[in-house]
């Protein structure tokens, strides 16, 4: 992995991850224990990513106990270790080969001037502090950022009120149809056999 260019795999990886931690905050929670599922398309929504990728980053990211999930209609994903014990150096572990600036410095003894490069120092001091920086920021250090006019970006969401008015008590029964009005008066009932007879 080159140090000033990170893979899109591993940026996606990484906004996944705190898109599924954030739902404490989301949802009201503050302790950011990351104990809430989310489902992948739902994080993939949010994040504008599309939700067969992260479907193919997601088994690493379990691997390496950054993300654990559940199936079902309750299920879904959730961090499998508090925000604040999971550093950027392991999510991007889980997506990337190396860490290091140059592949020489990650595997020793595999340049022959090794020994007389000039720097070779140089690019083991910068793989260091680079690592020592990814090492130093948690996944709960990114939950606390804020956007370009100071917002935090993650912020608990307010219930939508219904707008719906539910009917108050029991609904009325359908009064019976009065069987002494009729609109036709062919339909009137004659109420006397004997005249019905007589006029027959």
Request: with cysteine; net charge positive.
């Amino acid at each position: 992995m080159s140090w000033l260019k990170i893979s899109t795999r591993s940026r996606y990886a990484l906004r996944f991850v705190v898109e599924v931690a954030s739902q404490d905050i989301v949802r009201g929670q503050f302790e950011h224990k990351g104990r809430i599922f989310i489902s992948i398309r739902e994080a993939a929504n949010r994040q504008d990513i599309s939700w067969r990728y992260l479907e193919q980053i997601a088994p690493a990211l379990i691997s390496e106990k950054i993300l654990e999930t559940v199936r079902g209609p309750a299920g879904g994903y959730r961090l499998a270790r508090p925000a604040s014990e999971i550093t950027v150096t392991d999510v991007l572990r889980a997506t990337e080969i190396a860490l290091s600036a140059i592949t020489c410095v990650d595997t020793p003894g595999e340049c022959d001037r090794e020994t007389k490069c000039p720097t070779t120092r140089f690019w083991q001091g910068l793989s260091e502090a680079v690592g020592q920086y990814l090492e130093s920021v948690t996944i709960e250090d990114l939950l606390k950022e804020r956007d370009s006019d100071g917002v935090p970006i993650f912020q608990p969401q307010r219930p939508v009120k219904s707008t719906t008015k539910r009917p108050r008590g029991r609904p009325r029964k359908k009064p019976l149809p009065d069987e002494t009005k009729y609109t036709n008066e062919a339909d009137v009932l004659p109420t006397n056999t004997s005249a019905l007879s007589s006029s027959v």
